[in-house]
């Protein structure tokens, strides 16, 4: 780490609590924004968006019943196909919720007290893609609390022709599509705040023509 230039007693003391916060927010979402230097700041909203649908992976434990234990996909319907219970409704809740709902199913003469635990295992139907000027283009697991720059570093990081305070991310709200501009190097150097993502955004960095 590089040693801070001698500055006047109050600056000294902001500047290592900036310092401070930039290095918690890097070990949170690892930076790789090509020639950029890291410097996050989360915005203050957070984002709380678990429960399951089509194509989500769902692991299911169920106590001292291996056969019924197993990894179970969700259908299109929002339904997996669990063992005695034939289709038990997943789509929308969490995965505690799930849990509740096969022991619900289990406990209707199937299992004397049934103890079960589920996880999701791949969030398949929440993804964010990133487009553009990366270095791995594609798309990507949503995770709770995403941000913008986590997503550009999941993508390999920006290329040295980006456009790095052109980047809009498209988002469909109310059934609609929006697009919202976000100057990413701005938010890098600290002048911005992180912009948060939600499932399904499309991020895309435009090439400089500079």
Same mark, same amino acid.
């Given at each position: 780490m590089r040693a801070l230039p001698s500055t006047p007693l109050g600056t000294g003391v902001l500047l290592v609590a900036v310092g401070l916060v930039m290095a918690l927010e890097a070990c949170r979402y690892p930076s790789n924004l090509g020639d950029l230097k890291p410097g996050l700041?989360?915005?203050?909203?957070? /984002? @709380?968006?678990?429960?399951?649908?089509?194509?989500?992976l769902l692991?299911?434990?169920?106590?001292?019943?291996p056969d019924l234990s197993g990894v179970y996909r969700v259908d299109p319907d929002g339904h997996i196909d669990f063992p005695l219970c034939n289709k038990v409704k997943v789509g929308g809740l969490s995965a505690s919720g799930a849990a509740e709902a096969i022991t619900n199913c289990l406990k209707n003469g199937f299992v004397r007290r049934p103890q079960v635990s589920a996880l999701v295992k791949e969030f398949n139907s929440k993804k964010v893609f990133v487009f553009g000027e /990366? @270095?791995?283009p594609g798309s990507f697991s949503y995770e709770e609390g995403m941000t913008i720059i986590h997503a550009?570093?999941?993508a390999g990081g920006l290329t040295r022709s980006a456009?790095?305070?052109?980047?809009?991310?498209?988002?469909?709200?109310?059934?609609?599509?929006?697009?919202f501009p976000v100057k990413v190097e701005d938010i890098?150097?600290?002048?911005?705040?992180?912009?948060?993502?939600v499932p399904g955004d499309i991020i895309f960095v435009p090439e400089s023509f500079i």
């Open positions: 700041l989360l915005t203050d909203a957070g /984002v @709380s968006n678990n429960t399951l649908a089509a194509n989500d692991e299911v434990r169920v106590y001292q019943e /990366v @270095s791995k550009i570093s999941q456009s790095k305070n052109s980047v809009n991310v498209t988002r469909v709200v109310n059934g609609k599509e929006v697009k890098v150097i600290g002048r911005e705040k992180n912009f948060q993502l």
